[in-house]
């Protein structure tokens, strides 16, 4: 910085998008008076002009709005996996499309059926996630399954509207489920041979989840993890050596 103005020097060529990056900063600049006082720190997201924590959030999360963004900070489920969720908004959880993205080389097929792998076809998309939201689908008394986390929202409020407190606990617990099992296959070539295997951890995170509910969510909470359970081995017995039919919704 010069006394009489702002002066930038390079040791690398700026191309378009940096010469209108550097412009504006410029503008941005010209807009302070230079003086020979001593600087301070000033926090603009804070009336006190102090650092905090909360301001950042707050400021990060301005623009998010709507009922995945709600339900995900509600939600009374571990502080990992509500991160996880968010970045799964935002489309940047490491799916073998986003590592293609950065370069990775590597086999870009689901983990559990043919097609490349996406956010939306692990979780939505692929016969074992088809399976799991059906099972789900008839614990609930629902005749269809989502097929994407906006239908999600639409679904779940038309089954239990009452019960919003619900609806991210479930959801997060059915993707965490076959995140777990994906990487499973990716990093260790544990094969999950049936869906049921995924039931048994949705049921088993719900249960666990369940301790941050008040007694009466709690118990609920609880009961729906046990149907799903009983649901699923209905029709994967545990004592049978061969894989039953899948019953898929449409």
């Known amino acids: ?15 378009e998008r940096l010469q209108n990056d550097l412009r504006t900063l410029r503008d941005i600049l010209t807009s ?16 006190s002009e102090r650092f905090s924590v909360k301001s950042t959030y ?16 509600k939600a009374k489920i571990p502080l990992k996996i509500k991160i996880w969720m968010w970045l799964i908004e935002h489309n940047a959880i490491l799916t073998k499309d986003n590592l293609s993205r950065r370069n990775w080389v590597g086999d870009s097929k689901c983990a559990f059926y043919n097609g490349d792998e996406t ?10 996630a088809k399976y799991v939201w059906s099972l789900v689908a008839f614990v609930i008394g629902a005749d269809n399954r989502p097929s994407s986390f906006d239908q999600y929202w639409v679904w779940i409020d038309r089954r239990l509207g009452t ?13 965490w489920a076959i995140w777990k099992a994906r990487n499973a296959f990716c990093f260790e070539k544990k094969l999950t041979r049936l869906p049921t295997e995924i039931i048994c951890s949705v049921s088993s995170f719900v249960t666990y989840w369940a301790g941050l509910h008040k007694k009466d ?10 149907a799903l359970m009983k649901m699923a081995l ?8 061969e894989d039953a039919g899948v019953v898929l919704l449409q």
């Open 32 to 47: 302070f008076a230079v003086n020979e006082e001593a600087d301070y720190p000033r926090w603009v997201w804070e009336k």
């Open 58 to 73: 707050n400021k990060l999360c301005s623009n998010e709005s709507g009922v995945p963004y709600t339900m995900i900070w």
């Open 1 to 15: 910085m010069a006394r009489k103005g702002w002066r930038f020097t390079f040791r690398r060529w700026l191309d």
């Open 119 to 128: 956010i939306l076809h692990l979780f939505f998309g692929c016969d074992m």
């Open 163 to 175: 019960r919003k407190q619900f609806f991210m606990v479930g959801l997060a617990a059915i993707c």
């Open 234 to 241: 209905q029709f994967h017995p545990q004592t049978q050596g």
């Open 217 to 226: 969510d709690k118990k609920e909470l609880e009961q729906g993890a046990e």
